[in-house]
T-cell receptor, first 111, second 115 residues
Framework: TQLLEQSPQFLSIQEGENLTVYCNSS?????LQWYRQEPGEGPVLLVT?????EVKKLKRLTFQFGDARKDSSLHITAAQPGDTGLYLC???????????FGSGTRLQVQP | DTGVSQDPRHKITKRGQNVTFRCDPI?????LYWYRQTLGQGPEFLTY????????KSRLLSDRFSAERPKGSFSTLEIQRTEQGDSAMYLC?????????????FGPGTRLLVL
């Protein structure tokens, strides 16, 4: 069974603080995607990472794919209330067509 | 391109009833996926189609669940004899279907509540 663990599960911080969310697996990913989901809505894609060691930036969000392609992190700088939501990592394992999702990190940014 | 759409957005039903959900993928997307998401969890894969062919089904997809994509465009997911444990958000996603592992674009989901 391929498990994808996310940590922390919950995070409540003040506006302006920095945070990091982690995504770990015991198996190698072919590629990994990060999504954000608002209550009552479907996940919205933030980024896809493919190459080990890859770093991608999206404004205040920095995504890193581990060298061994078994882990990833999402770092948010100077969080804002608009960043509030459920952050999901999802990976493709070799040969699979379906995404395996982590259980998510629920982020709340207080003004 | 209007994105993936799902209908209905919400469904409340009584235990034992049948329900059917519809998903319209992004135009020209050949691959269509169904996932289920329970409260506090990430989505779990149910099944996927390449055009009209259903190529993979999860063990989560019990014999009460059936999915179709008859013309390779929209898809339906039917749950027969619903149980309270079926209460969840049912998400549909699509992708172009031109390469192995692709970015999936999700619809807004159908939230099912079984009383």
């Amino acid at each position: 069974t391929q498990l994808l663990e996310q940590s922390p599960q919950f995070l409540s911080i003040q506006e302006g603080e920095n945070l990091t969310v982690y995504c770990n697996s015991s198996s190698v990913f072919s590629s990994l995607q990060w999504y954000r989901q608002e209550p009552g809505e479907g996940p919205v894609l933030l980024v896809t990472v493919v190459t080990g060691g890859e770093v991608k930036k999206l404004k205040r969000l920095t995504f890193q794919f581990g060298d061994a392609r078994k882990d990833s992190s999402l770092h948010i700088t100077a969080a804002q209330p608009g960043d509030t939501g459920l952050y999901l990592c999802a990976g493709y394992y070799t040969g699979r067509r379906a995404l395996t999702f982590g259980s998510g990190t629920r982020l709340q940014v207080q003004p | 391109d209007t994105g993936v759409s799902q209908d209905p957005r919400h469904k409340i039903t009584k235990r034992g009833q049948n329900v059917t959900f519809r998903c319209d993928p992004i135009s020209e997307h050949n691959r269509l996926y169904w996932y289920r998401q329970t409260l506090g969890q990430g989505p779990e894969f149910l099944t996927y189609f390449q055009n009209e062919a259903q190529l993979e089904k999860s063990r989560l997809l019990s014999d009460r669940f059936s999915a179709e994509r008859p013309k390779g465009s929209f898809s339906t997911l039917e749950i027969q004899r619903t149980e309270q444990g079926d209460s969840a958000m049912y998400l549909c996603a699509s992708s172009p279907g031109t390469s192995g592992q692709e970015t999936q674009y999700f619809g807004p989901g159908t939230r099912l509540l079984v009383l």
